[in-house]
């Protein structure tokens, strides 16, 4: 079965500290996989997608077929980096299956 | 570009009313998706549509919700009757074949 699991519903780190969520999936094909961002009461944005090998915000996501992960770090997370991240992964239909998200909170 | 547009931003309604939420799709974008969001479940997709044309309902909670898009250019998700377990965040989203979906601002739905 389909699956995206982020096993944290809460990270608090202190500004300026590295950042790790996490995010594992399960998915029999070869996944697609994106993070998205949904900061206090507004719309979910799309952070990074792991085809794009890119580096947004200062964060990046590796994938990891053996460990089947796709977590999302920072090494130095900032206030305005408080929000709800959520991993998602696009299936051949092309729907979206999102994890339970989880609430970055950055302490100053 | 606009981006995603939902109407109305914020909806307050009496138990056994008939809600009708609104979406216009990003132009271009051949997909969109109903995504439900509460505290207790986070996001479900509730439908999807590929070039106007139901492909998933299997989201869908019961028959009181119903999906339509008439066109490429807008979609409605109707509930009727309302009850007080259907308040929720309610995202429109579209995309493209192959990139990652844009969501609209949401309607933040609350029933009494």
């Known amino acids: 079965a389909q699956r995206v699991t982020q096993p944290e519903k809460l990270l608090s780190v202190f500004k300026g500290a590295p950042v790790e969520l996490k995010c594992n999936y399960s998915y029999s094909g070869s996944p697609e996989l994106f993070w998205y961002v949904q900061y206090s009461r507004q719309r979910l944005q799309l952070l990074l997608r792991?085809?794009s090998r890119e580096s947004i915000k200062g964060f990046t996501a590796d994938l990891n077929k053996g460990e089947t992960s796709f977590h999302l770090k920072k090494p130095f997370a900032q206030e305005e980096d408080s929000a709800m991240y959520y991993c998602?992964?696009?299936?051949?239909?092309?729907?979206?299956?999102f994890g339970s998200g989880t609430r970055l909170l950055v302490r100053p | 570009d606009a981006g995603v547009i939902q109407s109305p931003r914020h909806e307050v309604t009496e138990m056994g009313q008939e809600v009708t939420l609104r979406c216009k799709p990003i132009?271009?974008?051949?997909?969109l998706f109903w995504y439900r969001q509460t505290m207790m479940r986070g996001l479900e997709l509730l439908i999807y549509f590929n070039n106007n044309v139901p492909i998933d309902d299997s989201g869908m909670p019961e028959d009181r919700f119903s999906a339509k898009m008439p066109n490429a250019s807008f979609s409605t998700l109707k509930i009727q009757p309302s009850e007080p377990r259907d308040s929720a965040v309610y995202f429109c989203a579209s995309s493209p074949q192959d990139y990652g979906y844009t969501f609209g601002s949401g309607t933040r739905l609350t029933v009494v």
């Open positions: 998602a992964l696009r299936d051949s239909s092309y729907k979206l299956i």
């Open positions: 792991h085809i």
């Open positions: 132009s271009g974008h051949n997909s």
